[in-house]
């Protein structure tokens, strides 16, 4: 059968539909690269689907590549996170695992609080091999007996912390008890790590291939655990099918930097008030001559590694002009005038803009919207009861009971309640400012239906259609698809 690693990457890729017939032919994760073109073929018939499958298939291997680097870049170095990960590309990316260790009987008598249950013993007999980890022949090597690789032996760090740890300890027991983790004791396993990757470093920056590392020790320790459960990485194909990374281990560390930044241990330094955003290019050259490579983005948008090139060389002189100048531009003309931002990737040359501009500024949204998500869930419920109006009401309802459901939901749920915290007031209103701030589609069909009618509608205003957020899923809960409207392009 096809793990749960499996179904969520199909689920994140746009390929939902596959989940049965991968779990028909029996690939789980552990053969997932063995797939050769025939077996594609048979098993994703569409050509489009195919593609898709396996372009993602790709840069998930280009994520797991990328610990393999992080670790033979620091060979020389004393990190003690690097772990050894093997990724031939004939053998499995990721192996599943059996008994990493043996069954306790006894351990010291502790006692485990918030997160997770309480579990008492009363030996206090000295366990000190304890969960000893076995031999293993998996392509990860960083179990204390797993075999001296040519680069050298890594321990396994999180099963040797957890048996250090008292609260580890009692996790371990429990899943030995159990053959599981309950949601608890998951969120506690997290507490923990992200505890040891922060203790010397509290604004240490975490990238996606320790998150990654992380999560296969995990596994590792956990047979039965899936390392979805605790990272997804982000997932970006084109303009028709981007995630955001997610998952328990991602959450935790996200939550406990914004305690960090509360409490003062991290400090943030602002940009003074009287600072403008055009301060950082006062020191630039004005008489730089870029013109060249701007005549080449107002006509080229291939290949993309000249786009970004020339990009980044005419940003001062592009930015000046902009944020220098007193007639607004606005963003359909400037789409015109630079092609490559049409293209799929071309959002990320807006945000290089950006975080120049406001470098302190470019992780705001994710940083400090968690902070204000409960508050405007909580306001939503209060507006639901003074709502006249049973559709609005019922849309906000649905919207308040899924947000239960994940943590991604309900963040996508808070950003579908802010046009009701605002004027306008009367019901016409309110259906406007939802739909204008992000449109919901049950269907991929309804798509062009829906921005046809939108576009006749401004017309007979005399107005252009804006920037418009589309997100299109049976409910907040199943969202397919995401997309974002600029000038006729996705």
């Known amino acids: 059968m096809a793990d749960q690693d499996v179904t969520d990457m199909l689920m994140a890729w746009g390929l939902e539909t596959y989940v049965d017939i991968f779990k028909e032919h029996g ?3 552990s053969c997932l690269t063995l797939l050769t073109d025939e077996m594609m073929k048979e098993i994703i018939p569409m050509i489009g689907h195919r593609a898709k499958f396996k372009i993602n298939l790709e840069e998930w291997r280009k994520v797991i590549t990328l610990v393999n680097n992080e670790y033979f870049n620091n060979t020389g170095s004393t990190d003690s996170h690097a772990i050894i990960i093997d990724i031939p590309t004939t053998l499995p990316v990721l192996p599943t695992y059996n008994t990493p260790y043996r069954e306790v009987t006894e351990v010291p008598s502790v006692q485990v609080v918030s997160n997770c249950e309480s579990v008492s013993h009363t030996s206090n007999s000295e366990v000190s091999d304890l969960f000893e980890c076995e031999p293993s022949t998996s392509s990860l090597q960083y179990c204390e007996k797993a ?3 040519a680069v050298g032996e890594k321990p396994c760090d999180l099963l040797n912390y957890l048996k250090k740890n008292t609260e580890g300890k009692a996790l371990l027991s429990i899943y030995t008890k159990l053959g599981l983790l309950d949601n608890s004791g998951r969120g506690k396993l ?8 922060l203790q010397d470093d509290p604004d240490k920056s975490i990238k996606t291939e320790r998150l990654l590392a992380l999560s296969q020790e995990i596994v590792e320790v956990f047979p039965k655990e899936h390392i979805s459960t605790y990272f997804i990485p982000y997932v970006n194909y084109g303009a028709l099918m981007k995630k955001a990374a997610k998952g328990k281990l991602l959450d935790c560390f996200n ?4 305690e960090y930044k509360k409490t003062g241990i991290i400090v943030t330094t602002r940009r003074s008030p009287t600072e403008g955003p055009l301060s950082s290019y006062q020191t630039t050259k004005d008489n730089e001559n870029v013109d060249d490579e701007l005549e080449w983005l107002n006509n080229s948008s291939d290949p993309w590694s000249l786009v970004e090139k020339y990009w980044a060389i005419t940003r001062d002189k592009r930015l000046k002009s902009i944020l220098g100048s007193n007639v607004k531009e606005e963003l359909s003309d400037y789409m015109k005038k630079f092609p490559a931002l049409k293209k799929p990737s071309g959002y990320k040359l807006l945000i290089e803009d950006f975080n120049s501009i406001y470098p302190v500024q470019k992780d705001g949204l994710f940083e400090y919207f968690p902070l204000f998500k409960d508050k405007i869930l909580n306001f939503g419920k ?3 009861k003074t709502l006249k109006d049973s559709t609005l009401k019922c849309i906000i309802d649905e919207y308040l009971d899924l947000a239960q459901q994940s943590e991604e939901t309900s963040t996508l749920a808070a950003f579908l309640i802010l046009p009701f915290l605002f004027f306008p007031v009367t019901t016409k209103r309110k259906k406007e400012a939802k739909d204008g701030f992000i449109t919901h589609l049950q269907s991929h069909s309804e798509l062009h239906e829906n ?3 939108r576009k006749e509608n401004y017309a007979q205003l005399g107005v252009t259609l804006q920037p418009l957020i589309i997100i299109v899923g049976p409910n907040i809960n199943e969202i397919l698809q ?3 409207l600029v000038d006729g392009t996705y």
């Open 27 to 29: 690939i789980d994760i």
């Open 147 to 149: 075999t001296t690789s």
């Open 190 to 197: 997290c507490q923990l790590i992200v505890r040891k990757e």
């Open 255 to 258: 939550n406990r930097r914004r």
């Open 382 to 384: 209060n507006i639901s």
């Open 451 to 453: 921005i046809t009618r």
């Open 482 to 484: 995401y997309f974002v």
